[in-house]
């Protein structure tokens, strides 16, 4: 990690097309002087640095804001907005930044951007080279705070339209051959005017995304190009002894959790602690042996399975019987980098929050064979309860008898909703019931209208949508995720609305039963609030998601002193 003394700052006088071409170059980051005060961030204008910022430092902006005026109240400095003046008027920011050639560049004119809340485009011999973002922190929230699904949009925008008009390279060929696209260097230069309105949203994007850049200047250090170089391991870990495939399946991802090597499946001997705790490391050394020399390095890894999972240790497993196994901490003995461990359903949970649909109160619904789980993002959190034990859905009681008995789950507990709902608990109810065949061949049959298996599946999914209105009325969610195999819940889908929802899941026993009982359940306007997606997960999703909960969790690249102040960074260069 670079530390701040890292970051080069520069007086406006002594700024010339060479440097700016310097920086461009090799994608570096620094800071304009005036009179001594930080007044601006220059930065090169680059799609993948707009990317890491929006997909990776969102959550940090605000802290790093937030630390910087608790900082300011307890007298360490002065604010920005003390030094640089009024705060913007509102909404001037939402045009395209205007240019500015670097001989036209002053104190005063960066001061006159500050004051109307512009980024300036710096052009040199007539090509954009940079923007330069003004550093008031009152800027920086504002941009911040109004702008994060526009930033969205407008990535998204210009990355569709570049890449169809192949002005640009892709984010994902940046990252994936580098030097064929850049060869020597990164230039992402072009002359702004010459741009298609993609590359003009793109830049829209960037002025909002980059304002980041103005927390960082007294905070953080920037990203380097070689951020982009980071690779962490994530791994599903699958502790099912039942179906006697008891593995681990790892993937390589970039530091924005895509998957960028694998996945990779490594099977395991045994559920003993010992075994896993190898496996995992073989499995790490395997990807990291997969990695381009000289470039691509390991910064983390993150693992996920289900069950109750708190500060990396499994607190139980039902599947693997672990109590109390401090799996994170074994593996990051070995490996001195940080390494993570997350219950199942709360890594897609903030796999979502990162990079999928984003919604402030959500929830995520995991079924899978071996079991039924949840992540819960309330207020844009991850609810982990008093012991990280929080969510487990699948051990919400919905009955307790079959056939006049008790059925216990595996939990030992009576009535488990997984014993209801999970496909392993309904292959069970069916063998006992003398049904032969596989998960298929029990859907094929449950649509016999009057069959074992039609009332098999009508009750399991009566269950899971009990538990669903029980979740509705809990926590109120705009959004419900629902994550299970195809044969159970069909194809990857949106459904909008709570009447379209039953018109098009009447076809589907399980599903129909599921959203009838929701219906009936759920308090208010609870199922008008939330809309419905349907999702298929992968082992490799499961491992990728593990991959983004550790970089959630990576500590800030680093935090100085002093953060929002505006100083000369030359005096301490
Ligand atoms: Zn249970």
Same mark, same amino acid.
């Given at each position: 990690?670079?530390?701040?003394?890292?970051?080069?700052?520069?007086?406006?006088?002594?700024?010339?097309?060479?440097?700016?071409?310097?920086?461009?170059?090799?994608?570096?980051?620094?800071?304009?002087?005036?009179?001594?005060?930080?007044?601006?961030?220059?930065?090169?204008?680059?799609?993948?640095?707009?990317?890491?910022?929006?997909?990776?430092?969102?959550?940090?902006?605000?802290?790093?804001?937030?630390?910087?005026?608790?900082?300011?109240?307890?007298?360490?400095?002065?604010?920005?907005?003390?030094?640089?003046?009024?705060?913007?008027? %509102?909404?001037?920011?939402?045009?395209?930044?205007?240019?500015?050639?670097?001989?036209?560049?002053?104190?005063?004119?960066?001061?006159?951007?500050?004051?109307?809340?512009?980024?300036?485009?710096?052009?040199?011999?007539?090509?954009?080279?940079?923007?330069?973002?003004?550093?008031?922190?009152?800027?920086?929230?504002?941009?911040?705070?109004?702008?994060?699904?526009?930033?969205?949009?407008?990535?998204?925008?210009?990355?569709?339209?570049?890449? %169809?008009?192949?002005?640009?390279?892709?984010?994902?060929?940046?990252?994936?051959?580098?030097?064929?696209?850049?060869?020597?260097?990164?230039?992402?230069?072009?002359?702004?005017?010459?741009?298609?309105?993609?590359?003009?949203?793109?830049?829209?994007?960037?002025?909002?995304?980059?304002?980041?850049?103005?927390?960082?200047?007294?905070?953080?250090?920037?990203?380097?190009?070689?951020?982009?170089?980071?690779?962490?391991?994530?791994?599903?870990?699958?502790?099912?002894?039942?179906?006697?495939?008891?593995?681990?399946?790892?993937?390589?991802?970039?530091?924005?959790?895509?998957?960028?090597?694998?996945?990779?499946?490594?099977?395991?001997?045994?559920?003993?602690?010992?075994?896993?705790?190898?496996?995992?490391?073989?499995?790490?050394?395997?990807?990291?042996?997969?990695?381009?020399?000289?470039?691509?390095?390991?910064?983390?890894?993150?693992?996920?399975?289900?069950?109750?999972?708190?500060?990396?240790?499994?607190?139980?497993?039902?599947?693997?019987?672990?109590?109390?196994?401090?799996?994170?901490?074994?593996?990051?003995?070995?490996?001195?980098?940080?390494?993570?461990?997350?219950?199942?359903?709360?890594?897609?949970?903030?796999?979502?929050?990162?990079?999928?649909?984003?919604?402030?109160?959500?929830?995520?619904?995991?079924?899978?064979?071996?079991?039924?789980?949840?992540?819960?993002?309330?207020?844009?959190?991850?609810?982990?309860?008093?012991?990280?034990?929080?969510?487990?859905?699948?051990?919400?009681?919905?009955?307790?008898?079959?056939?006049?008995? %008790?059925?216990?789950?595996?939990?030992?507990?009576?009535?488990?909703?997984?014993?209801?709902?999970?496909?392993?608990?309904?292959?069970?109810?069916?063998?006992?019931?003398?049904?032969?065949?596989?998960?298929?061949?029990?859907?094929?049959?449950?649509?016999?209208?009057?069959?074992?298996?039609?009332?098999?599946?009508?009750?399991?999914?009566?269950?899971?949508?009990?538990?669903?209105?029980?979740?509705?009325?809990?926590?109120?969610?705009?959004?419900?995720?629902?994550?299970?195999?195809?044969?159970?819940?069909?194809?990857?889908?949106?459904?909008?609305?709570?009447?379209?929802?039953?018109?098009?899941?009447?076809?589907?026993?399980?599903?129909?039963?599921?959203?009838?009982?929701?219906?009936?359940?759920?308090?208010?306007?609870?199922?008008?609030?939330?809309?419905?997606?349907?999702?298929?997960?992968?082992?490799?999703?499961?491992?990728?998601?593990?991959?983004?909960?550790?970089?959630?969790?990576?500590?800030?690249?680093?935090?100085?002193?002093?953060?929002?102040?505006?100083?000369?960074?030359?005096?301490?260069?």
């Amino acid at each position: 990690m670079h530390g701040r003394a890292d970051m080069k700052t520069i007086g406006i006088r002594e700024m010339s097309g060479e440097l700016i071409k310097k920086v461009t170059d090799q994608g570096q980051v620094i800071g304009i002087t005036s009179g001594r005060v930080l007044a601006g961030v220059l930065m090169p204008i680059g799609p993948e640095i707009v990317e890491q910022l929006v997909d990776r430092n969102l959550a940090r902006i605000k802290d790093s804001v937030r630390r910087g005026e608790e900082d300011v109240a307890a007298g360490r400095g002065e604010s920005l907005q003390d030094l640089m003046g009024s705060p913007p008027e %509102q909404g001037g920011y939402s045009r395209v930044p205007p240019q500015v050639s670097i001989r036209q560049l002053s104190g005063s004119r960066i001061q006159q951007a500050a004051d109307s809340g512009e980024a300036l485009i710096v052009t040199h011999d007539g090509a954009a080279v940079a923007l330069l973002i003004p550093v008031t922190s009152h800027w920086v929230e504002r941009l911040v705070e109004r702008n994060l699904p526009r930033i969205r949009n407008s990535i998204e925008r210009g990355e569709n339209e570049i890449a %169809q008009k192949g002005i640009l390279p892709t984010l994902e060929e940046l990252l994936e051959e580098p030097e064929q696209s850049h060869p020597g260097s990164r230039p992402v230069r072009h002359d702004y005017e010459s741009l298609p309105s993609a590359g003009r949203s793109l830049l829209e994007g960037a002025d909002s995304a980059v304002a980041a850049m103005a927390v960082w200047a007294g905070t953080i250090t920037p990203p380097s190009a070689s951020l982009m170089q980071q690779r962490v391991v994530g791994i599903k870990i699958i502790p099912d002894a039942q179906d006697e495939r008891i593995r681990l399946v790892g993937v390589l991802t970039d530091a924005l959790a895509r998957i960028v090597r694998g996945p990779v499946e490594l099977p395991l001997a045994n559920l003993d602690q010992g075994t896993v705790l190898a496996g995992v490391l073989d499995l790490v050394q395997g990807l990291e042996g997969t990695m381009k020399p000289g470039g691509e390095h390991l910064v983390a890894v993150g693992m996920e399975l289900g069950g109750h999972v708190h500060n990396g240790t499994v607190v139980y497993s039902a599947n693997a019987g672990w109590h109390h196994f401090p799996l994170a901490s074994l593996v990051q003995r070995q490996l001195s980098i940080p390494v993570t461990l997350e219950n199942d359903a709360n890594a897609l949970a903030i796999r979502e929050r990162l990079s999928g649909i984003k919604d402030e109160n959500m929830v995520v619904i995991l079924i899978t064979n071996r079991g039924v789980g949840s992540g819960v993002i309330a207020n844009g959190q991850i609810v982990r309860g008093a012991n990280g034990m929080a969510g487990e859905l699948g051990h919400v009681p919905v009955e307790f008898e079959r056939h006049g008995a %008790q059925v216990k789950c595996r939990c030992e507990n009576p009535g488990c909703l997984e014993g209801a709902t999970a496909p392993y608990a309904i292959m069970n109810t069916l063998t006992e019931d003398g049904f032969n065949g596989d998960f298929d061949a029990a859907v094929e049959a449950a649509n016999e209208a009057g069959s074992r298996a039609h009332e098999v599946f009508l009750h399991a999914g009566e269950a899971l949508g009990r538990a669903i209105a029980t979740v509705i009325n809990l926590h109120n969610p705009s959004s419900i995720v629902l994550y299970g195999p195809p044969a159970l819940v069909g194809e990857p889908r949106d459904l909008p609305s709570p009447s379209g929802f039953l018109n098009q899941e009447s076809a589907s026993l399980y599903m129909g039963a599921m959203i009838r009982s929701i219906n009936n359940h759920s308090f208010s306007t609870g199922v008008d609030d939330c809309r419905f997606i349907v999702r298929n997960t992968t082992d490799a999703d499961g491992a990728a998601a593990a991959a983004a909960c550790v970089l959630q969790q990576l500590p800030p690249l680093r935090t100085a002193p002093s953060t929002t102040t505006a100083v000369d960074l030359a005096a301490i260069q």
